[in-house]
């Protein structure tokens, strides 16, 4: 079967940073993203890392180790704002498939 | 431009009764989900499509769902007929397939209620 474990909550303090870990286990892999999803709303494409390394996209930064099947995304500068839940999601295939972890609740206090 | 729109966004019914979920996804995508969303399984892939065409529907969980996409613009997912355990918030979601990989836009969801 498939696999992808990350904490179920974080919590963390506005203007800090926080990392939130993703490692999987998939029959195929292309690459990882992750998403934002504010509660009561839709899942919301942040990143999507198909090579070894660290991708920036703002306050956001996301990392894969594809030898370690492991990841993570970074949020700096915490904001109230962030606070949401964030999905870790493996593209299995050519065709688009995706399949996502539970979902990390991020708390953040003032 | 619009997103991809879901319809009914909130549904309440008996179990036993039929229920119909309707999208309509990002034009110019190529590939539509069918996702489902409950706090104990978190977000699970039931059905997604290829240019109108079921590619993977090993998640759809029994018989009582369907699906299907009888045009680029709209697809449907039946339930018959419904259980209180289907219960769940049913999210639709469109990708373009080449150019931005593992990227999905989702529509708001429709929220099912089974009594």
């Known amino acids: 079967g498939q696999s992808l474990e990350q904490p179920s909550e974080v919590t963390a303090v506005e203007g800090a940073i926080v990392q939130i870990n993703c490692t999987y286990q998939t029959s195929g892999f292309y690459g990882l993203s992750w998403y934002q999803q504010h509660d009561g709303g839709a899942p919301t494409f942040l990143s999507y890392?198909?090579?070894?390394g660290l991708e920036e996209t703002g306050r956001f930064s996301s990392f894969l180790s594809r030898s370690d099947s492991y990841g993570y995304l970074l949020l700096q500068e915490l904001q109230m704002k962030d606070s949401a839940s964030y999905f870790c999601a493996v593209l299995m295939n050519r065709d688009d498939k995706i399949i996502f972890g539970k979902g990390t609740r991020l708390h953040i206090l003032p | 431009d619009a997103g991809v729109i879901q319809s009914p966004r909130h549904e309440v019914t008996e179990m036993g009764q039929e229920v119909t979920l309707r999208c309509k996804p990002i034009?110019?995508?190529?590939?539509l989900f069918w996702y489902r969303q409950t706090m104990m399984r978190g977000l699970e892939l039931l059905i997604y499509?290829?240019?109108?065409?079921?590619?993977?529907d090993s998640g759809m969980p029994e018989d009582r769902f369907s699906a299907k996409m009888p045009n680029a613009s709209f697809s449907t997912l039946k339930i018959q007929p419904s259980e209180p355990r289907d219960s769940a918030v049913y999210f639709c979601?469109?990708?373009?397939?080449?150019?931005?990989?593992?990227?999905?836009?989702f529509g708001e969801g429709s929220r099912l209620t089974v009594l």
């Open positions: 890392n198909a090579l070894d």
């Open positions: 979601a469109s990708s373009t397939g080449t150019g931005h990989p593992g990227e999905l836009f």
């Open positions: 034009s110019g995508h190529d590939y």
């Open positions: 499509f290829n240019n109108n065409v079921p590619i993977d």
